[in-house]
Nanobody, 130 residues
Framework: EVEVVESGGGLVQAGGSLRLSCTAS?????????????IGWFRQAPGKEREGVSC????????YYADSVKGRFTISSDGAKNTVYLQMDSLKPEDTAIYYC??????????????????WGNGTPVTVSS
Protein backbone atom coordinates (compact mmCIF):
# COMPACT_ATOMS: atom_id res chain seq x y z
CA GLU A 1 0.00 0.00 0.00
CA VAL A 2 1.15 3.53 -0.78
CA GLU A 3 0.55 6.57 1.40
CA VAL A 4 0.36 9.91 -0.38
CA VAL A 5 0.56 13.20 1.51
CA GLU A 6 0.36 16.65 -0.10
CA SER A 7 1.22 20.00 1.39
CA GLY A 8 2.02 23.55 0.38
CA GLY A 9 -1.32 24.93 -0.71
CA GLY A 10 -2.61 28.24 0.48
CA LEU A 11 -3.87 31.67 -0.44
CA VAL A 12 -1.79 33.82 -2.73
CA GLN A 13 -2.22 36.94 -4.83
CA ALA A 14 -2.26 36.69 -8.60
CA GLY A 15 1.30 36.68 -9.87
CA GLY A 16 2.59 35.01 -6.74
CA SER A 17 4.12 31.59 -6.20
CA LEU A 18 3.53 28.42 -4.23
CA ARG A 19 5.40 25.14 -4.02
CA LEU A 20 3.40 21.99 -3.51
CA SER A 21 4.99 18.87 -2.05
CA CYS A 22 3.92 15.26 -2.41
CA THR A 23 5.52 12.56 -0.31
CA ALA A 24 4.82 9.00 -1.41
CA SER A 25 5.83 6.08 0.78
CA UNK A 26 5.19 2.37 0.63
CA UNK A 27 4.88 -0.26 -2.06
CA UNK A 28 2.26 -0.80 -4.74
CA UNK A 29 0.49 -4.09 -5.32
CA UNK A 30 2.97 -4.66 -8.15
CA UNK A 31 5.94 -4.32 -5.80
CA UNK A 32 6.98 -0.86 -6.96
CA UNK A 33 8.37 1.91 -4.76
CA UNK A 34 9.13 5.59 -5.21
CA UNK A 35 11.89 5.19 -7.78
CA UNK A 36 9.50 3.30 -10.04
CA UNK A 37 6.54 5.66 -9.68
CA UNK A 38 5.02 8.00 -12.16
CA ILE A 39 3.57 10.76 -9.99
CA GLY A 40 1.32 13.58 -11.04
CA TRP A 41 -0.83 16.44 -9.92
CA PHE A 42 -4.51 16.77 -10.78
CA ARG A 43 -6.67 19.71 -9.83
CA GLN A 44 -10.39 20.09 -9.33
CA ALA A 45 -12.26 23.37 -9.13
CA PRO A 46 -16.00 23.81 -8.54
CA GLY A 47 -17.93 23.61 -11.79
CA LYS A 48 -14.92 22.45 -13.77
CA GLU A 49 -13.69 19.11 -14.99
CA ARG A 50 -10.77 17.49 -13.27
CA GLU A 51 -7.57 18.51 -15.01
CA GLY A 52 -4.24 16.79 -15.17
CA VAL A 53 -1.70 19.50 -14.38
CA SER A 54 1.72 17.87 -14.52
CA CYS A 55 3.46 14.58 -13.93
CA UNK A 56 6.91 13.08 -13.74
CA UNK A 57 7.94 9.50 -14.32
CA UNK A 58 10.74 8.58 -11.93
CA UNK A 59 11.62 5.51 -13.94
CA UNK A 60 12.45 7.22 -17.23
CA UNK A 61 12.28 10.96 -16.50
CA UNK A 62 9.33 11.76 -18.72
CA UNK A 63 7.53 14.97 -17.78
CA TYR A 64 4.15 16.31 -18.83
CA TYR A 65 2.63 19.75 -18.43
CA ALA A 66 -0.85 20.83 -19.31
CA ASP A 67 -0.90 23.63 -21.86
CA SER A 68 -2.52 25.90 -19.31
CA VAL A 69 0.51 25.77 -17.00
CA LYS A 70 3.45 25.45 -19.38
CA GLY A 71 6.07 28.06 -18.66
CA ARG A 72 4.65 28.75 -15.20
CA PHE A 73 4.82 25.44 -13.32
CA THR A 74 7.82 23.17 -12.81
CA ILE A 75 7.70 19.61 -11.52
CA SER A 76 10.67 17.89 -9.91
CA SER A 77 11.45 14.75 -7.95
CA ASP A 78 13.77 14.14 -5.00
CA GLY A 79 14.37 10.43 -4.56
CA ALA A 80 16.23 10.89 -1.27
CA LYS A 81 13.08 12.39 0.26
CA ASN A 82 10.50 10.35 -1.68
CA THR A 83 8.99 13.68 -2.63
CA VAL A 84 7.73 15.31 -5.80
CA TYR A 85 7.44 19.08 -5.94
CA LEU A 86 5.30 21.33 -8.07
CA GLN A 87 6.68 24.85 -8.20
CA MET A 88 3.89 27.17 -9.29
CA ASP A 89 4.89 30.64 -10.43
CA SER A 90 2.92 33.48 -12.00
CA LEU A 91 -0.25 32.12 -10.47
CA LYS A 92 -3.59 33.15 -11.91
CA PRO A 93 -7.09 33.08 -10.41
CA GLU A 94 -7.92 30.28 -12.85
CA ASP A 95 -5.38 28.11 -11.00
CA THR A 96 -7.64 28.08 -7.95
CA ALA A 97 -8.52 24.47 -7.17
CA ILE A 98 -7.85 21.58 -4.88
CA TYR A 99 -4.64 19.96 -6.03
CA TYR A 100 -4.27 16.21 -5.67
CA CYS A 101 -1.12 14.18 -5.87
CA UNK A 102 -1.62 10.82 -7.55
CA UNK A 103 0.86 7.95 -7.60
CA UNK A 104 1.27 5.15 -10.15
CA UNK A 105 -0.34 6.89 -13.10
CA UNK A 106 0.33 6.94 -16.80
CA UNK A 107 2.76 9.79 -17.46
CA UNK A 108 3.90 10.53 -20.98
CA UNK A 109 5.23 13.69 -22.57
CA UNK A 110 1.94 14.26 -24.37
CA UNK A 111 -0.59 13.06 -21.81
CA UNK A 112 -1.28 11.88 -18.27
CA UNK A 113 -4.00 9.63 -17.00
CA UNK A 114 -5.07 8.09 -13.72
CA UNK A 115 -6.31 4.54 -13.24
CA UNK A 116 -8.50 2.80 -10.73
CA UNK A 117 -5.55 1.23 -8.95
CA UNK A 118 -3.54 4.42 -8.48
CA UNK A 119 -3.09 6.15 -5.12
CA TRP A 120 -4.52 9.56 -4.28
CA GLY A 121 -3.71 12.02 -1.58
CA ASN A 122 -6.37 14.01 0.20
CA GLY A 123 -5.59 17.20 -1.68
CA THR A 124 -4.24 20.61 -0.80
CA PRO A 125 -6.27 23.73 -1.62
CA VAL A 126 -4.83 26.55 -3.69
CA THR A 127 -6.62 29.87 -3.87
CA VAL A 128 -5.36 32.68 -6.09
CA SER A 129 -6.97 36.05 -5.57
CA SER A 130 -7.14 38.77 -8.20
Amino acid sequence: EVEVVESGGGLVQAGGSLRLSCTASGTTTHGFTFGDFAIGWFRQAPGKEREGVSCISNGDGRIYYADSVKGRFTISSDGAKNTVYLQMDSLKPEDTAIYYCVVDILCLEATMRSYGMDYWGNGTPVTVSS
